[in-house]
């Protein structure tokens, strides 16, 4: 009689069982790889943050004070909270001292209308952007026309302490006793020595959800 040698292999069970086991073992390490990446782009965010932080102190090095929130349009009235003239902002103006010298550069201060820097403004910076939270969606502003084609604003995912009162009011970036570190109305940055509850008791920069809908300014 022919001897017959059986052929290696798994049978179907054996596969099903394989295949169950691979489920398990995924289910398993899918939360500890996700958890691992969020640490990471966490991890970012804080690296965003003091980056942030070693350029204001470079900035105040440099001019001996804090970097304004903002520069509005400057009327022969005061500063004008509502015009939509809004000039560079405290982003902007930190861009050397993070390694962005190329994009300040191309910024025209002297227009003081974000809308002749819109090749600037909706250029997405990394150090500006938190990978846990970043939003896609830029802000239009439909007031800020070039060519008849409102400008585009990218969103980052940090903020600076302006003070107390409403950015956009027409009195309160007035107020002196409601200025934080970075007034954003009369074009204010601190000295160091104006903090007056000294700077380890002041918050500085945090961090900002940016809005999701192009109507809504935050994170702009």
């Not at 292999?9 to 289910?27: D, M, W």
């Not at 440099?62 to 009327?75: C, L, R, S, V």
């Not at 009011?169 to 954003?184: C, V």
Request: net charge neutral; aromatic share 8%; charged share 15%.
């Amino acid at each position: 009689m022919n001897s017959r040698t059986r052929v290696g292999g798994f049978t179907l069970v054996e596969l099903l069982v394989v295949i169950a086991l691979i489920g398990i073992l995924v289910s398993l390490l899918l939360p500890a790889v996700q958890a691992a990446r969020e640490a990471a782009r966490r991890m970012q965010c804080s690296n965003n943050l003091k980056q942030l932080a070693l350029a204001v102190h470079n900035y105040a090095d440099t001019y001996k004070k804090f970097p304004p929130g903002g520069i509005h349009n400057i009327t022969p009235q005061g500063a004008d909270s509502t015009s939509t003239n809004y000039g560079p902002s405290w982003a902007v103006m930190l861009l050397p001292f993070f390694e962005q010298g190329t994009l300040h550069s191309q910024y025209l201060f002297q227009q003081l209308r974000s809308r002749e820097s819109s090749n600037v403004v909706n250029k997405k910076v990394a150090t500006l952007i938190c990978p846990s939270a970043s939003s896609e969606v830029p802000w239009r502003n439909p007031n800020n026309n070039l060519a008849g084609v409102s400008v585009l604003f990218s969103r980052g995912n940090y903020a600076i302490n302006g003070g107390a009162g409403n950015t956009f009011s027409n009195t309160d970036f007035n107020l002196a006793h409601e200025h934080g570190p970075f007034n954003i109305g009369n074009t204010f940055g601190a000295a160091f020595g104006e903090i007056l509850d000294e700077t380890f008791n002041t918050m500085m920069l945090t961090e900002l959800i940016a809005a999701s809908v192009e109507t809504d300014v935050r994170g702009a």
